[in-house]
Nanobody, 117 residues
Framework: QVQLVESGGDLVQPGGSLRLSCAAS????????MNWYRQAPGKERELVAG????????NYSDSVKGRFTISRNDAKNTVYLQMNSLKPEDTGVYYC??????????WGKGTLVTVSS
């Protein structure tokens, strides 16, 4: 079955960096787009970044553009989110999500990022 496992979340000071990873299994990873979402306390889940299959095209929310970079390693079935110049408003649970696989998009369970001094 499809499984997504996020890791890399931590407590970091403003201005710091983190790299999140999402390890995927149970489907042909290279054939599907992958996305990172986040949910801040008391707010709705929002799309942060996406990457097409084979890594051809990336997109970012305006709030993270220029600071975050999404990438993928199809040999390792893993998608990454490099986060630089972190701000307190980047705090939240970060989730990875697959593109639609046979009519369903799958979510991981998330990893917590806290940006605080």
């Amino acid at each position: 079955q499809v499984q997504l496992v996020e890791s890399g979340g931590d407590l970091v000071q403003p201005g710091g960096s983190l790299r999140l990873s999402c390890a995927a299994s149970g489907f042909t990873f290279s054939s599907y787009a992958m996305n990172w979402y986040r949910q801040a306390p008391g707010k709705e889940r929002e799309l942060v970044a996406g990457i097409t299959s084979f890594g051809g095209v990336t997109n970012y929310s305006d709030s993270v553009k220029g600071r975050f970079t999404i990438s993928r390693n199809d040999a390792k079935n893993t998608v990454y989110l490099q986060m630089n110049s972190l701000k307190p408003e980047d705090t939240g649970v970060y989730y990875c999500k697959t593109g639609v696989i046979r009519g369903i998009a799958y979510w991981g369970k998330g990893t917590l990022v806290t940006v605080s001094s």
